[in-house]
């Protein structure tokens, strides 16, 4: 029995990891000594629908393809799109028949996170916006919420496997277990034992609303630390919440009144795009959770649209092999990629897969630039 219900990577490379009746397709392809040339593509709307969603996912997806004899062309990581084909893969069909459930799987939800990610990031641009997702979902995706998150454009994230894999620092300070473990009436206690013991570069952070009044405790912890304290971090439980922008612009008065300017305020759970927006005024930072790692998957499907050069596609598909271009106005048009290029308009699909081998290089950072750059170009709607 395994230790875990996870299917390993292995399982996933070799095809394993599908559904059943593809694995049924390829037996009665191979049985009838059939395996076409097809071109297939990965679609969320045939046409663009003016709701814009980020790609994401394409790392993890480049690799089912590594030695299989095929071409892919793809959008570019954190490229925005609104419809037509976000991938296109050229070969005989056996070559990745059985890779079509594990392929959707990693597009669709990493393009789902890391699209609420960046509506988080757009309600409130210039606050600090620390992921606090990977509690909600299996651990083995952990890397794949917080990669989504940073793609959007958050500022850190709380998962430390996640930033090894990553190559980044998880950033975080204090639950509300530590206050407790210390005692009610002994906050104080656990805020100056976390500043004693934990590095000089981490910042401090209280955590200020497990016992009592938030003023109160934001007061005793800048007591507390004194110059030493950086930030406070709300974190009231929706049920007894209230009225949350006047707790923080209570507990901003307060502090300024004793001359605290220097302390800022960080607000976490169960924040979204419109809490942001609402908030941003008067808190410094958030830490977002389930928007981003519980987002609805992007609704791909892979559809052959091109046998042995002629256009085939199931009824309410479009056929024919297909490009995607950004217009300098923003526009996302969709058209046969053996036709004339619309005018000025930049192709956004490029080569992925080349025979099998990687093509491309893939730079999280760059990403992050792609996906805001491309979200100020189309006037990416954070309700959308």
């Known amino acids: 029995m395994a230790a875990f219900d996870i299917v390993p990577p292995e399982t996933i490379r070799e095809g394993g990891a599908t559904d059943a009746y593809f694995e049924r397709t390829v037996e009665t392809l191979e049985h009838a000594d059939r395996n076409p040339h097809v071109t297939a593509e990965v679609t969320a709307d045939q046409f663009p629908t003016g709701a814009f969603e980020a790609f994401a996912g394409i790392e993890d997806a480049a690799q089912l393809f590594v030695g299989r004899g095929v071409d892919v062309d793809a959008l570019s990581e954190g490229q925005l799109f609104d419809g037509g084909p976000v991938m296109r893969i050229e070969g005989p069909y056996l070559e990745f ?213 002629e256009p085939a596609a199931k009824r309410g598909k479009l056929s024919g092999k297909k490009q995607v271009y950004r217009t300098p106005e923003g526009g996302h048009e969709v058209a046969l990629a053996d036709r004339e290029d619309p005018a000025d308009g930049d192709a956004l699909l490029e080569p992925l897969i080349r025979d099998g081998e990687v093509v491309r290089d893939f730079d999280l950072d760059a990403a992050i630039d792609r996906a805001r750059e491309d979200a100020d170009v189309v006037g990416f709607d954070v309700l959308s």
Not at 116 to 141: C, D, K, T
Not at 200 to 229: H, K, M, N, Q, W
Not at 247 to 274: C, N, Q, T
């Open 97 to 309: 028949a059985r890779f079509e459930t594990a392929l959707l799987g990693f597009l669709s939800q990493a393009s789902g996170m890391a699209t609420n990610a960046l509506r988080a990031r757009r309600a409130a641009p210039e606050s600090m916006v620390v992921s606090f997702g990977a509690r909600h979902v299996h651990p083995s995706i952990a890397a794949v919420v917080e990669r989504s998150a940073l793609l959007g454009g958050f500022d850190g994230f709380s998962h430390v496997a996640a930033g090894e894999l990553l190559g980044r620092d998880a950033s975080g300070t204090m639950p509300h277990a530590l206050v407790i473990c210390f005692g009610e009436g002994n906050q104080e206690n656990a805020w100056r034992a976390f500043d004693d013991a934990v590095a000089a570069d981490v910042p401090r952070i209280a955590l200020c609303d497990t016992y009592s009044d938030e003023v109160d405790e934001v007061l005793r912890a800048a007591d507390a630390l004194g110059d030493r304290l950086d930030s406070v971090r709300i974190d009231t439980t929706s049920s007894r919440r209230g009225d949350i922008r006047h707790i923080l612009r209570e507990v901003r008065w307060e502090l300024d009144a004793r001359g605290r300017a220097d302390v800022d305020l960080f607000v976490s759970g169960g924040l979204g795009p419109a809490d942001l927006r609402e908030l941003r005024d008067v808190a410094a930072g958030f830490g977002v959770g389930g928007y981003v790692s519980n987002a609805d998957p992007v609704d791909f499907a892979l559809d052959i649209v091109a046998v042995d050069g």
